[in-house]
Nanobody, 114 residues
Framework: VQLQASGGGLVQAGGSLRLSCKATGINFRLYSMSWYRQPPGKQREWVAGITSGGNTNYVDAVKGRFTISRDNVRRQVYLQMDRLKPEDTAVYYC?????????WGQGTLVTVSS
């Protein structure tokens, strides 16, 4: 099972980025997927999740600004991030659970300048 995240970069405050995460080795459509982030010097935190049925959930700090979605044909999960703030600066990870264990992508760095 592998998760490959991409799409991070440097953006000015108020801008947008779209993260992507491709999954291999699993029957993707059956799995819930999540995005986490780890700001510099802080612990990793959950950001958003999407179930196999397409139900979504978000941490309060990103509600109304971030949108998680999935494409079961392409086996990808996305995180559309709008109205970015400097405090969104972090390494972003995609995640799922397989056979009771967490599976993590390699992380993609998002830097928001003020």
């Amino acid at each position: 099972v592998q998760l490959q995240a991409s799409g991070g970069g440097l953006v000015q405050a108020g801008g947008s980025l779209r993260l992507s995460c491709k999954a291999t080795g699993i029957n993707f459509r059956l799995y819930s997927m999540s995005w986490y982030r780890q700001p510099p010097g802080k612990q990793r935190e959950w950001v958003a999740g999407i179930t196999s049925g397409g139900n979504t959930n978000y941490v309060d700090a990103v509600k109304g600004r971030f949108t998680i979605s999935r494409d079961n044909v392409r086996r990808q999960v996305y995180l559309q991030m709008d109205r970015l703030k400097p405090e969104d600066t972090a390494v972003y990870y995609c995640n799922t659970q397989h056979s009771g264990a967490d599976v993590w992508g390699q992380g993609t760095l998002v830097t928001v300048s003020s």
